[in-house]
């Protein structure tokens, strides 16, 4: 069963400790074994922390430190798939500081992929989302539609 929508008389925290992990990842799990090219991309990429693998599998960087939140990179992830398996692209507008937040990344050129990052991050709490009352209520939206 999907997360229930952030509750506004709960604060994210509370919302957060009352959901199960699967729920938070939506049962996607988690591939330990890295593919060929997915080890040459993360070697490439020392800075990106997962991906939401081609296969419906959330991948993590093996080279990231023990400072990176794993659970917070996995449930990011897991919300990606659960955008692409539902054909989604959240529509909402991009506020000025995340455009320029977002300058020199692969995602400057993409705002699509930008609202797709943005939505991630909002849903496992990175505050590098920079969120906005709108977006909060798109992912609010989104997350009470899904079965």
């Not at 199960?20 to 591939?31: A, N, P, Q, T």
Request: charged residues 30%.
């Amino acid at each position: 069963m999907p997360p229930e929508p952030y509750d506004e008389m709960l604060s994210d925290e509370a919302k957060y400790e009352s959901m199960g992990e699967e729920d938070r990842r939506f049962g996607y799990s988690v591939r330990s074994k890295l593919h060929p090219g997915e080890s040459a991309f993360f070697e490439a990429n020392p800075n990106v922390s997962g991906m939401a693998a081609e296969d419906n599998t959330i991948i993590l960087n093996p080279g990231v430190g023990p400072e990176v939140n794993t659970n917070a990179v996995i449930e990011n992830e897991a919300f990606r798939l659960k955008l692409r398996d539902k054909n989604r692209i959240p529509e909402f507008g991009l506020s000025q500081e995340q455009i320029e937040a977002f300058q020199g990344t692969s995602y400057e050129n993409n705002p699509d992929a930008l609202r797709s990052t943005i939505a991630a991050r909002i849903y496992s709490g990175d505050p590098s989302a920079l969120a906005t009352e709108e977006q909060r209520e798109w992912l609010k939206q989104f997350l009470s539609g899904l079965d």
